[in-house]
């Protein structure tokens, strides 16, 4: 009865009642009839749900492939190191490597609090990584990033930095560590709430210890580190 109530009259949320609705079995008929919108327009968001089921149909499946990116508009052939994961067993477009692989968790997304610093430190890691002889494998999903251009890593994953993706990268890439401690929060976080093997140069401690304020001030006044007064 409240979820018809909000459907029925206007409100900020309304889409989002009508998208929980068509989640329920409700039709396209009886959500026009609760909210008077056009039918032309119910059957789109309805689709949203349709494609909804679909995804969480074959995401249960626990399969996922690799696909390249096409960077240059099928306009001419070119080999490419962006690849991201689709769901569904299909034909890997990965570019074969017997080197030994390193996995970088890159910053994700801007936002306060996590911004182009830590991608920094992604990139020249990367960069590194290469000139020793390694595979770099940065998995990023904000292309407005310096280490997602083409020539900065061996592998680009453009996927969600999500504990299901590193865990089929582990698997199919099999990288000798996982470095995390450079992509700030996003990757952090990750991080701390699963139990991932292969770290390196990271553990519960530090990382507890870099993701609170009052611990790492505690730290840098052990160690005798000039800190900001305000800081």
């Given amino acids: 009865f409240k979820l018809i109530k909000k459907i029925i009259i206007p409100n900020s949320k309304r889409i989002f009642y009508i998208l929980d609705a068509f989640r329920m079995n409700f039709s396209i008929k009886n959500v026009f009839i609760l909210s008077k919108i056009d039918p032309w327009f119910l059957y789109y968001i309805k689709e949203i749900i349709n494609y909804e089921k679909k995804f969480f149909k074959f995401n249960n499946n626990n399969k996922l492939s690799f696909k390249k990116i096409d960077s240059c508009s099928n306009e001419f052939v070119c080999s490419t190191s962006y690849l991201y994961s689709i769901s569904g067993n299909y034909n890997n477009e990965i570019r074969y490597s017997i080197n ?64 299901k993706n590193i865990f089929f990268i582990l698997n199919y890439f099999k990288p000798i560590f996982i470095i995390s401690q450079l992509g700030g929060q996003t990757s952090l976080n990750t991080i701390k709430y699963n139990n991932f093997t292969k770290q390196l140069s990271i553990n519960n401690l530090i990382n507890n210890i870099c993701n609170s304020k009052i611990k790492f001030n505690n730290f840098l006044k052990i160690e005798k580190l000039n800190i900001f007064k305000n800081f």
């Fill in 100 to 163: 030994k692989k390193i996995l970088i968790i890159g910053s994700g997304v801007n936002r306060i609090g996590q911004s182009l610093e830590f991608d920094y430190c992604c990139t020249k890691a990367s960069k590194f990584i290469k000139k020793i002889g390694i595979d770099s494998i940065i998995l990023n999903c904000n292309p407005e990033t310096v280490s997602t251009d083409y020539d900065v890593s061996s592998q680009l994953i453009f996927d969600p930095i999500i504990k």
